[in-house]
């Protein structure tokens, strides 16, 4: 006769991090600001509402229509935005700090096409380089090229392009300042994300990447490339820049994003007639990142990982790898990081389990930050289901704060 022993009951065990929990992960919000937070992802879960809302917006705020700017700073810009200056973003800063989460600062200027405005750009960098090195909650300073560098420029040199006399000038200008803000930072002990763009000007952002992580992570990882996981090519290219970098001597930053340019990268290969560079389908894009995520772990004292993704399986696996490797939740080299307004369910939970996770920050006036939000509303209603995601995890919060 078989004994309770012959079968024992195996307990089943609890995940390291528990990203339903809607306690840790809301209680920075008090009530209003989280009812506020329900109505801008139900406004945000309707796709016609953003879809011809978008381009009238843009419109307006660039005709600098008053109405319409006070409207856009009491809802999107509030969620997705730390403020319009370094000083009005403190508080978001000291929020986040508050629950143990660090803060990535990125200035909101994109797109420019003025040596005036990148020089502004550059300028502004290292006023955030300056203001991170004064604060232990802020480790990095995030940039994007084509705030520093005309996109056409980009285009001409990644295809190869003869430059004339005036554009090899305005590249050395380009050299100089992405150098300015790496040197800037490297002297401060701050590091910077450099992000990733259109595949088309990519090659020309990898090799200035290239040059700025060779000449400053030496002894640390101060500058960081952007690899967009969601490219068929990039796991590839994660792998090969580590092989480059041992073999020149210097450490690998590495920030992991699945990618935010899918449609417009899609439709132009369309166009054009060359190879679709994204994955097939979202279940090679989630394999791509998961396995960079296993990489650079299995390298974690020659890479910095920042696994920056919404995605709570891929935050859970990096946990785990952790884990199972012995590896401290604390370490300088294992980041996560979710945007500003978002995931909140991930980035707090984390942050209460003892993992390093920070939070996306961008700042700035609303007419300079206007493209980031609408790529925000439009991504939250995309098949992503983002904002359906949030809504629900925020109607569960307000369930349970409101029905004891």
């Not at 809802?75 to 700090?97: K, M, P």
């Not at 143990?100 to 955030?128: C, P, Q, S």
């Not at 992000?195 to 002894?219: C, F, G, K, P």
């Not at 996306?360 to 980031?372: A, R, T």
Request: glycine share 6%; net charge positive.
């Amino acid at each position: 006769m078989r004994t309770a022993q012959d079968h024992p009951t195996t307990e089943k065990k609890s995940p390291i991090v528990d990203f339903s929990n809607t306690e840790i992960a809301f209680s920075h919000l008090s009530n209003v600001e989280l009812k506020k937070t329900a109505w801008l992802f139900r406004m945000m879960s309707r796709p016609w509402l953003v879809k011809y809302g978008s381009g009238p917006t843009l419109w307006a705020v660039e005709k600098g229509l008053p109405f319409v700017e006070t409207i856009i700073r009491n809802t999107v810009f509030t969620q997705f935005v730390g403020g319009s200056t370094l000083l009005d973003s403190q508080r978001n800063i000291e929020r986040l700090a508050a629950q143990n989460v660090l803060t990535i600062l990125d200035y909101g200027a994109e797109g420019k096409e003025a040596e005036l405005d990148f020089n502004h750009t550059m300028n502004e960098n290292i006023r955030a380089i300056d203001f991170a090195s004064r604060s232990r909650h802020i480790p990095v300073v995030s940039t994007k090229v084509t705030g520093l560098a005309r996109f056409g420029l980009l285009e001409r040199i990644q295809n190869a392009k003869t430059l004339t006399r005036d554009e090899l000038n305005e590249y050395r200008n380009v050299l100089k300042r992405i150098d300015a803000i790496c040197h800037h930072a490297a002297r401060k002990g701050v590091s910077v994300f450099i992000d990733a763009e259109e595949t088309w000007i990519q090659d020309s952002i990898d090799h200035l990447v290239w040059l700025m992580m060779r000449r400053y992570n030496r002894e640390r990882v101060v500058v960081y490339n952007t690899f967009q996981m969601y490219r068929n090519d990039r796991l590839n290219f994660l792998m090969e820049s580590y092989d480059r970098a041992r073999a020149a001597g210097f450490l690998l930053g590495a920030k992991l994003v699945r990618g935010a340019y899918m449609e417009k990268e899609r439709l132009r290969a369309a166009e054009m007639g060359y190879p679709d560079p994204i994955n097939p389908n979202k279940n090679t894009a989630d394999d791509h990142y998961d396995t960079g995520i296993r990489f650079c772990l299995d390298h974690i004292e020659h890479i910095a990982l920042c696994n920056a993704s919404h995605n709570a399986n891929s935050a859970l696996l990096q946990a785990e790898l952790m884990e199972k490797k012995g590896i401290p939740r604390d370490h300088p080299h294992a980041l996560f990081s979710q945007l500003f307004g978002m995931s909140d369910n991930v980035t707090f939970n984390l942050a209460r389990a003892g993992f390093r996770v920070s939070k996306y920050v961008p700042y700035g006036q609303v007419h300079d930050v206007i493209p980031y939000l609408i790529r925000r509303a439009q991504e939250n209603t995309s098949v992503t289901g983002d904002a359906g995601r949030e809504l629900i995890l925020i109607q569960m919060e307000m369930k349970r704060r409101f029905d004891r």
